[in-house]
């Protein structure tokens, strides 16, 4: 998966620095294909999830040499500013989140171990899938909000019909499941 080659077509100007400056954040951020948080499935199991992140475009993390079923349902594209470790506390704070949502009938999170180690992964087992990608939105655009870039969803008449962090869904998703997905998590 990738996100498709944008072009920032407005012109920026050369007397007016402060817009200038806020004009080529925006540019950056448009036309970027780097730093995403996702949410990862899989085709066997409408069961499983993950979140991983990327400072990389997400060709890199569209697939998984150990599962050919596994593919990126959904990425969030962060502010082109924000640092590796900045992401990596994201990460860090999302999963810790969804490690206290996600837990079976003892308590315990639903987070797949590896099988060698039994160090946990970042996949979750068992859970519905709805409620963990608008969970992870959620927890992402309520507590980090400014780390990522916002999108506005614009109906059928051209009027903005809500918000939500900038998303990029799975060009190979049936029709209809984007629009589905993206309604569960619009703010408006």
């Not at 100007?13 to 950056?28: I, L, S």
């Not at 939500?164 to 589905?180: I, K």
Request: aromatic share 16%; charged share 25%.
């Amino acid at each position: 998966m990738r996100k498709p080659q944008q072009s920032y077509d407005l012109e920026i100007p050369d007397d007016d620095y402060k817009t200038a400056a806020v004009m080529m954040r925006d540019k950056a951020n448009f036309e970027s294909p780097y730093k995403w948080v996702y949410v990862g499935a899989d085709a066997r199991s409408p069961w499983d999830a993950k979140i991983g992140i990327t400072m990389d475009d997400l060709r890199s993390r569209s697939y998984s040499t150990g599962n050919a079923e596994y593919y990126l349902f959904c990425a969030f594209q962060c502010d082109q500013r924000i640092t590796k470790q900045q992401l990596e506390d994201i990460e860090r704070s999302a999963i810790a989140y969804l490690d206290r949502v996600f837990v079976d009938d003892n308590g315990i999170t639903k987070r797949k171990p590896h099988w060698e180690s039994q160090r946990l992964s970042e996949w979750y087992y068992g859970i519905n899938f709805e409620e963990f990608f608008v969970h992870v939105h959620n927890f992402l655009y309520d507590n980090y909000g400014t780390s990522f870039q916002i999108g506005a969803y614009l109906n059928e008449v051209g009027e903005m019909d809500g918000q939500a962090l900038a998303w990029l869904f799975n060009p190979q998703l049936e029709p209809g499941v984007s629009e589905r997905y993206l309604r569960m998590i619009l703010r408006y």
